[in-house]
Structures are given as C-alpha cells and as structure tokens.
C-alpha cells in the first residue's frame, strides 16, 4: 500500500518561513521523481517543485529563490523549505511521487494547508 503523508503545514506571517515534510512508503521511493504542487482557493492545482531520482530540481517561476526542494533517499521524504512566503503562497500543498517506465506510476498524498497571513 503505497502512502504520500506530509507534514509542516500551518498559519505563517508574510516574510516567514516553513519546511514541509512529505515521507513515503510502498513504493521505491529513490527511482521516483518527486515534486510538490500546491491548489489555492479557486484556482487549479499547479507546480510547485520536482526533484528526479538524480536530484535534478525544477522550480515554478513563482517561487524560484524562495523555495528549495530536496530529498533524503534513505528517509524516504521529500522536503519543502519555503522562505521569503508571500500572502499568495496560501494554498493546499500536495506532495507527488511519479514514475514513468514501462507503465507509469503516479500517487499523490492528501496534502497540507499553508497559510501565509498577519
């Protein structure tokens, strides 16, 4: 049974920080690329960050500077330090585990609130 669950979550004020935590388990968690996407109120659910089995990263423009993203294979868990948060940076993050092979394999944990507010 495959399971994505974070953690790190919260109310935060603007200029401050958070660091999400997301910790897998049923699936070989260092062959899957990982990421972070976040669903703000009224919006779609969009990128926020990947991270390859090989450590490469990606980033939403949105973010770029502000946000790292990494991983820690024999953990199992993908992080998120958000720096620098923006009121408009509120939104439900959902961490994602994919990978594409002969068949795609593709899990989505339920996900975090952030809220970036005074």
């Known amino acids: 049974q495959v399971q994505l669950v974070e953690s790190g979550g919260g109310l935060v004020q603007p200029g401050g920080s958070l660091k999400l935590s997301c910790a897998a388990s049923g699936i070989n968690f260092g062959i899957y690329t990982m990421g972070w996407y976040r669903q703000a109120p009224g919006k779609q659910r969009g990128l926020v960050a990947t991270?390859?089995?090989?450590?490469?990263?990606n980033y939403a423009d949105s973010v770029k500077g502000r946000f790292t993203i990494s991983r820690d294979n024999a953990k199992k868990t993908v992080y998120l330090q958000m720096d620098s948060l923006k009121p408009e940076d509120t939104a439900v993050y959902s961490c994602n585990a994919r990978y594409t092979g002969i068949k795609e394999f593709d899990y989505w944990g339920q996900g975090t609130q952030v809220t970036v507010s005074s």
């Open positions: 991270i390859t089995s090989g450590g490469s990263t």
